[in-house]
């Protein structure tokens, strides 16, 4: 499964990684301890990590080894003879990096998402992952490079933060391997809780507090739902990418089966989050609009106000139950 990947990485004297736009644990875990490890065995190559967004990443995945050497795609105009795109199920959800894709010579595709089209020359995309990371570790095992102890923390964060801390219905028997196999390798679980679950600024507890007091339910409490404005996020001071732990105020409603939080990024511009506790796939409704993920996780970006959005989106959820 990985002769090709490895391949193309023996081969390529400079190589750019990038997770998807808006990173998340997996995406910024994934990109480090990926490329961590491939600078450890082959020192001779240049391997930069880039961000698909012009910004910084969430406060909270700072204290990754490496982090502050991820540096936004746009400030990279030169042509990689390898591009390796991890946690991105298609070309769009790369933003500023897809066009240091297209530039490329090569490129490889390591993923656990779903995809309605591929653009790798490569591809490895295994949809029963628990994470990205999980795939890495794989990759890192088979060919035999280094996974140091900063590398398996890096890594770890990816598997911890996609599976929930392993309370969703992702969290496999290969799930649970994988990190126990990246704890003997050095990686630090109460390291990692510590500083992504357990170190919130106040100013966003204030923005949590917000969220959970609008929470509310429909279909006789099968659907729970809430949301925050823009002008939330201005009031209490926090910033965009700090949000996305804000569906799990959601997902903690009793009874609830499925999730929705919607957040407006900007006036006509709102971005949701969709969550199922059960069997139900909520992944359908986030591809009609638009988006993409899993059948337990989810997320979509739609184009007017938050009553409008919600309007549209509870009645397909109150549907999918139907």
């Known amino acids: 499964m990985w002769a090709g990947v490895i391949d193309f990485v023996e081969g390529a004297r400079t190589i750019a990684i990038s997770g998807h736009t808006n990173p998340d644990g997996d995406a910024l875990g994934s990109v480090l301890g990926l490329g961590a490890s491939i ?9 930069d990590f880039l961000l698909a ?22 400030r990279h105009a030169e042509a990689y003879d390898l591009f390796i795109s991890v946690d991105v199920p298609t070309l ?5 990096s897809a066009a240091v894709a297209k530039r490329a010579r090569g490129r490889v595709v390591i993923d656990h998402h779903p995809s309605r ?28 490079w280094p996974c140091t102890p900063d590398i398996a923390s890096c890594l770890l964060t990816g598997l911890m933060t996609d599976t929930g801390r392993f309370q969703y219905q992702n969290a496999n028997p290969s799930a649970f391997a994988c990190a126990s196999r990246l704890v003997d390798a050095g990686a630090q679980p109460a390291r990692i809780a510590l500083e992504v679950y357990q170190s919130q600024r106040i100013e966003y507890l204030h923005l949590e507090s917000i969220v959970m007091s609008r929470i509310e339910t429909h279909a006789c409490g099968r659907v729970a739902y809430s949301y925050a404005f823009a002008s939330d996020l201005v009031e209490c001071g926090v910033k965009p990418a700090e949000c996305d ?6 997902r903690q409603v009793d009874g609830s089966e499925l999730c929705l939080f919607l957040r407006e990024s900007e006036p006509g511009v ?7 506790k059960g069997k139900l796939d909520i992944s359908g409704i986030a591809v009609e609009l638009g988006g ?3 059948a337990a996780a989810a997320g979509f970006t739609f184009h007017g106000t938050v009553a409008e959005a919600a309007e549209t989106v509870l009645s397909k959820l109150e549907a999918l139950l139907a």
Request: charged share 30%; hydrophobic share 40%.
């Open 245 to 250: 732990g804000l569906v799990d105020i959601v």
């Open 92 to 96: 769009e959800r790369l933003e500023d």
């Open 39 to 47: 600078r450890a065995q082959f020192p001779d190559k240049r391997v």
């Open 117 to 144: 089209e591929e653009f790798g020359d490569v591809t490895v995309r295994v949809t029963s992952a628990a994470a990205t990371a999980v795939l890495v570790y794989e990759l890192l095992d088979a060919a035999g």
């Open 53 to 74: 967004d012009d910004g910084s990443i969430p406060r909270i995945y700072r204290f990754l080894p490496l982090a502050g050497e991820l540096e936004p795609a746009v």
């Open 292 to 294: 993409g993920g899993h």
């Open 270 to 276: 709102v971005r949701g989050n969709l969550r199922s």
